[in-house]
């Protein structure tokens, strides 16, 4: 009968231990699966046109995205996502025509010739990041949790912005033909037909 008591309480003991214990991985699967479900819901919402966007030749596109529990400031997110994209891909422009200019006109790395067309460069290609233009946006709803597991709504927007480069490389020739001797150079090299070639390229599609 003592050996029945023992058993009946350790019997009761493992069952308590157990159901205790199942508790944490319930909760730790159902947060699993509620984080699936939203993964699967940001991929679901982002718009075919900001995932494939349509490039127009003679423009410089840059893509977006911010989340928040403000609708602005997941505006705002997304438009330094923008900024950002446009400034890498601005300067990868940059920099391959500063290596095309340097290896075409022979000059030293540490020139003068050299530092005033990567002032110009940078200046013009700065102003045309800071002037992008928003060519389509979307603010989509996301349900989320916070860290207790409450559901919350966060807002989720989505920007394509793009940058004239016609008008941005019009800029950078005006600004050539103001210094004498990078004028000299750069007609002197074949970066001068390169750049015209491009205007011309896109001349035929947008009126510059």
Same mark, same amino acid.
């Given at each position: 009968? /003592?050996? +029945? ?5 350790? =019997?009761? @003991? &493992? ?6 214990? !199942? ?67 601005? /300067?990868? +422009? ?5 290596? =095309?200019? @340097? &290896? ?6 540490? !020139? ?67 210094? /004498? ?28």
């Amino acid at each position: 009968m /003592k050996f +029945i008591k023992i058993s009946m309480g350790v =019997f009761l @003991t &493992s069952l308590l231990f157990n159901c205790a214990g !199942s508790k944490p991985e319930s909760n730790a699967s159902g947060r699993a699966s509620l984080f699936s479900e939203q993964v699967a819901e940001v991929i679901a919402n982002e718009p075919d046109w900001w995932t494939n966007p349509d490039e127009k030749e003679g423009f410089v596109y840059g893509k977006g995205s911010g989340a928040s529990r403000s609708k602005d400031a997941s505006r705002m997110k997304a438009k330094n996502d923008v900024i950002n994209d446009l400034s890498q891909k601005s /300067k990868v +422009i940059t920099e391959g025509r500063t290596s =095309f200019f @340097t &290896s075409e006109t022979g000059t030293d790395e540490n !020139s003068e010739l050299l530092e005033k067309f990567d002032n110009v460069q940078n200046t013009v290609w700065g102003g045309a990041v800071d002037g992008w233009v928003e060519i389509k946006s979307q603010t989509v709803v996301e349900n989320s949790q916070d860290q207790q597991g409450r559901r919350k709504t966060l807002y989720r927007t989505y920007i394509l912005g793009a940058i004239d480069q016609g008008a941005a490389d019009k800029k950078l020739l005006a600004q050539i033909n103001r210094d /004498k001797a990078l004028r000299a150079a750069f007609e002197a090299s074949k970066a001068q037909d390169k750049l015209q070639e491009e205007l011309t390229k896109y001349k035929d599609s947008f009126k510059y």
